[in-house]
């Protein structure tokens, strides 16, 4: 079946614009996750969804980081006013459910000039 | 706050050869362990995992890992690697306290390089 699919796979933007990143979950997998890759920073966990509850936006690096996700399937990650440290990879995962493994999508490299 | 130390940032080994990359985790609450392997311009893509049971773990593409409570490890081996086993490396963990969201807390990666 489908993994989990992510747009744009990359993106360069001005600094200070607006960006939305897609991602799509595995079919049936209630929980879905954010997470950062940088060369300064690693591995970083942004935000969490699971079903209809609120969201753990515990990671989440700032206020212009935020994230919806719609009808318990696809999630936008968005990003405003965009600075150079946000150049990164961001991938998607998703679990069929707590505890489960997560499975990852291929992700988005952002390149902010 | 949980931490996953991998010491190693690169290990070069030669094709055939056995290889051992090393993790520790700061935690001694229950936790799920992990590895994932990640291909470049590609997502992670899991090896393994330790959720609980017997304490050796065997994974895809002949990896194995044993995790071992008393010194907080879960160490990555695999017998013999070849030249495609070449990627970055990564251990992960997730505890399990109450209202935990299983986030995955990673290590820095171990690069290996496998060498013809």
């Known amino acids: 079946g489908a993994g989990v699919s992510q747009s744009p796979s990359n993106k360069v933007t001005e600094k200070g614009k607006d960006v939305e990143l897609r991602c799509d979950p595995i079919?049936?997998?209630?929980?879905l996750y954010w997470y950062r890759q940088s060369l300064g920073q690693g591995l970083e966990f942004l935000i969490y969804?699971?079903?209809?509850?609120?969201?753990?936006k515990s990671g989440l690096p700032s206020d212009r980081f935020s994230a919806e996700r719609t009808g318990g399937s696809v999630s936008t990650l968005t990003i405003q006013r965009t600075q150079q440290e946000d150049s990164a990879v961001y991938l998607c995962a998703s679990s069929i459910g707590v505890g489960q493994p997560q499975h990852f999508g291929d992700g988005t490299r952002l390149s902010i000039l | 706050a949980q931490s996953v130390t991998q010491l190693d940032s690169q290990v070069p080994v030669f094709e055939e050869a056995p290889v051992e990359l090393r993790c520790n985790y700061s935690s001694s609450v229950s936790v799920y362990l992990f590895w994932y392997v990640q291909y470049p311009n590609q997502g992670l893509q899991l090896l393994l995992k330790?959720?609980?049971?017997?304490?050796l773990v065997k994974g895809i593409n002949g990896f194995e890992a044993e995790f071992n409570k008393s010194q907080t490890s879960f160490h990555l081996r695999k017998p013999s690697v070849h030249i495609s086993d070449t990627a970055e490396y990564f251990c992960?963990?997730?505890?399990?306290?109450?209202?935990?969201?299983?986030?995955?807390?990673f290590g820095t990666g171990t690069l290996l390089a496998v060498q013809p």
């Open positions: 992960a963990v997730s505890d399990l306290r109450g209202g935990a969201t299983n986030k995955l807390i």
């Open positions: 330790y959720l609980s049971g017997s304490t």
């Open positions: 969804f699971q079903g209809n509850s609120a969201p753990d």
């Open positions: 079919s049936g997998h209630t929980a």
